[in-house]
T-cell receptor
Framework: NAGVMQNPRHLVRRRGQEARLRCSPMKGHSHVYWYRQLPEEGLKFMVYLQKENIIDESGMPKERFSAEFPKEGPSILRIQQVVRGDSAAYFC???????????FGPGTRLTVL | QQQVKQSPQSLIVQKGGISIINCAYENTAFDYFPWYQQFPGKGPALLIAIRPDVSEKKEGRFTISFNKSAKQFSLHIMDSQPGDSATYFCAATTETSGSRLTFGEGTQLTVNP
C-alpha cells in the first residue's frame, strides 16, 4: 500500500506565477489535509477536504490560495501570483476517517524567486 | 487559545541518555495529543499519541506523560540513540475541529554517539 504521494517534490516559481501542488492520498483514504511549514517553524493547518467538498478552510489565506479534491484524481493546492513569503514546505496528509491517524506525504518544497 | 507551546527549541543528549520534550496547551477542548517525528527532507510520521483519559502511555523507548490539570504533556525518549536525531512536534486536536492538528513549534533533537 503506497503512502501519501506528493508532486512535485521541489517547485521553483518566479513572483507572480502560479504554483500547483498535487497530493494523492493513501488508498482507501477519503480525507485530505494540507499544512504549510515555514522555515524554522512548525506546521500550520491550511485546509481539510473530503471528496468534492471543502470541510474546513479556516487556515487558508483569504486571497490567492485555493484547494480542491475532485471525485477523480489527486487533491490540488493552487497558489496564484506567488510571492516570496509563499516559500515553504507544503505537506499533505490523509486519513481514512476523521479523528484517525493522519499519514503525511514527503512534502513539496516551494521556492519563490 | 488554539496554540500549543513546545520547549525546548533544541536539545542535545548523549547516547543512552533520556530526552525530554515538553508541550503546554490552553484549549481544554483538545482531546487527542499526538507526537510526530520528522527527519530532514521527509514528512512528519506519527510516533505515539495519547488521549486525556490516561496519564501515561508507553511504546518501546517512547513515553508520553499527560497532566490534564496543568494542561501539559511531555515526550520522554529513554536510552536515546543517534538514530533518534530528528525534529519532534507535539500536536493537539479536538473532535469539533474535524481533526485539524495544531502543532507545536518543534524540537530539534541531536543525540551524540
Amino acid at each position: 500500500n503506497a503512502g501519501v504521494m506528493q508532486n512535485p517534490r521541489h517547485l521553483v516559481r518566479r513572483r507572480g506565477q502560479e504554483a500547483r501542488l498535487r497530493c494523492s492520498p493513501m488508498k482507501g483514504h477519503s480525507h485530505v489535509y494540507w499544512y504549510r511549514q515555514l522555515p524554522e517553524e512548525g506546521l500550520k493547518f491550511m485546509v481539510y477536504l473530503q471528496k468534492e467538498n471543502i470541510i474546513d478552510e479556516s487556515g487558508m489565506p483569504k486571497e490567492r490560495f485555493s484547494a480542491e479534491f475532485p471525485k477523480e484524481g489527486p487533491s490540488i493546492l493552487r497558489i496564484q501570483q506567488v510571492v516570496r513569503g509563499d516559500s515553504a514546505a507544503y505537506f499533505c496528509a490523509s486519513s481514512p476517517q476523521p479523528l484517525s491517524e493522519q499519514f503525511f506525504g514527503p512534502g513539496t518544497r516551494l521556492t519563490v524567486l | 487559545q488554539q496554540q500549543v507551546k513546545q520547549s525546548p527549541q533544541s536539545l542535545i543528549v548523549q547516547k543512552g541518555g533520556i530526552s525530554i520534550i515538553n508541550c503546554a496547551y490552553e484549549n481544554t477542548a483538545f482531546d487527542y495529543f499526538p507526537w510526530y517525528q520528522q527527519f530532514p527532507g521527509k514528512g512528519p510520521a506519527l510516533l505515539i499519541a495519547i488521549r486525556p483519559d490516561v496519564s501515561e502511555k508507553k511504546e518501546g523507548r517512547f513515553t508520553i506523560s499527560f497532566n490534564k490539570s496543568a494542561k501539559q504533556f511531555s515526550l520522554h525518549i529513554m536510552d536515546s540513540q543517534p538514530g533518534d536525531s530528528a525534529t519532534y512536534f507535539c500536536a493537539a486536536t479536538t473532535e469539533t475541529s474535524g481533526s485539524r492538528l495544531t502543532f507545536g513549534e518543534g524540537t530539534q533533537l541531536t543525540v551524540n554517539p
